[in-house]
């Protein structure tokens, strides 16, 4: 499950602020957890200003961030993991073009599944409480997912 923070809702013009991710299954739970807040690469906010000051001041470098989630992610992709996250439409073409933009290529390949969807599908809801902190964020909709659905 992946989970992104940004100072607003266009990639290229806003800064991708915050990225999470939890990994796990039905059987093990959550098993791993990553979470970086990166320096924004714009000055336009438009949400997220709590987090937008914190990555201001404590953030790293983008590409120094998408290199750490590529080596984190590698053993989850070679294991075939699903890139899941809620929805996908926004947080996965946030991490394609960070990847693309930084790493110069994209490692997470070109599909992901939007949890929302899955539960819509099923006549259900995903409805959870957020705090907005992209690794908690991450871990939260992830356990959400196993437990209910996924």
């Known amino acids: 499950m992946v989970d992104v923070e940004t100072s607003g809702s266009v990639y290229g013009r ?5 990225l ?10 959550v098993i791993d957890r990553f ?4 320096t924004p690469t714009s000055d336009e906010v438009v949400t997220s200003r709590e987090t937008y000051a914190r ?10 961030a998408m290199r750490r989630f590529a080596a984190w992610t590698a053993p989850y992709r070679a294991r075939k993991a699903s890139f899941v996250a809620r929805p996908a439409a926004f947080d996965w073409p946030w991490i394609v073009y960070s990847a693309w933009t930084h790493l ?3 490692p997470f390949g070109f ?6 969807s899955w539960f819509r599908a099923r006549d259900s809801k995903f409805s959870v409480d957020l ?3 992209a690794g908690e964020d991450a871990e939260i909709q992830l356990r959400y997912f196993l437990e209910r659905g996924g």
């Open 131 to 133: 705090p907005h902190v």
């Open 14 to 18: 806003h800064a991708l602020l915050e």
């Open 104 to 106: 110069g290529e994209n």
């Open 35 to 38: 979470a970086v807040l990166l």
């Open 111 to 116: 599909k992901a599944e939007c949890a929302s």
């Open 20 to 29: 999470g991710a939890a990994v796990g299954s039905r059987a093990t739970g």
């Open 55 to 64: 990555a201001k001041e404590r953030g790293i470098a983008p590409a120094e």
